[in-house]
């Protein structure tokens, strides 16, 4: 993945739990409309605080308005990713990749060598994202009543490499 940082805003790790219900706002408007609906529609400020606790969770703001965010979490030797919502109306501005910037050396830091999501087989526009960002598809799966999904990882280079 490229060091380029898109320009207007900026990815940080969020640690202010006053930014739960900004977080879960954001969430839900960005996992509306998918079809069949996303088990994030269903998620509480419980959750969210619980992962705000867990973390990492990346957000993305620009002019003080939380425009992104995504969730982390350390399994197999990676940096999980999950819920990487984008708020609809910043769609296709590089947020995505602001924040997968940001998810890189948030990994890079915790010495993790790779990052890892689940993306859904029926959004092949999501899939060609993260490929076009450097990710592979490594696996497959589906949990019962849920949709198809694709595993997919990127390798994160030494940076003294």
């Known amino acids: ?3 380029d940082t898109p320009r207007g805003f900026a990815a940080t790790r969020c640690v202010d739990e006053r930014r739960r219900g900004d977080i879960l706002a954001l969430v839900h408007a960005a996992f509306a409309g998918l079809s ?3 088990g994030a529609l269903h998620e509480t400020i419980d959750e969210v605080a619980a992962r705000l606790a867990a973390g990492p969770v990346l957000i993305c703001e620009a002019g003080g308005e939380l425009i992104g965010c995504v969730y982390g979490a350390v399994k197999e030797g990676g ?3 999950t819920r990487m919502a984008v ?3 910043w769609q296709k501005r590089g947020v995505g990749r602001a924040l ?3 998810a890189e050396a948030e990994a890079r830091s915790r010495g993790l060598r790779k990052l890892t999501l689940r993306v859904r087989v029926n959004l092949p526009e999501n899939r060609a994202f993260f490929e076009r960002a450097g990710f592979t598809v490594t696996g497959q799966g589906q949990n019962p ?3 198809a999904y694709e595993v997919m990882e990127s390798p994160i280079a030494d940076p003294a490499s």
């Open 79 to 81: 940096l999980y990713l």
């Open 87 to 89: 708020r609809p109306d």
């Open 36 to 38: 069949p609906p996303s």
């Open 145 to 147: 009543g849920r949709p």
């Open 100 to 102: 997968l910037l940001a």
């Open 1 to 3: 993945m490229s060091a």
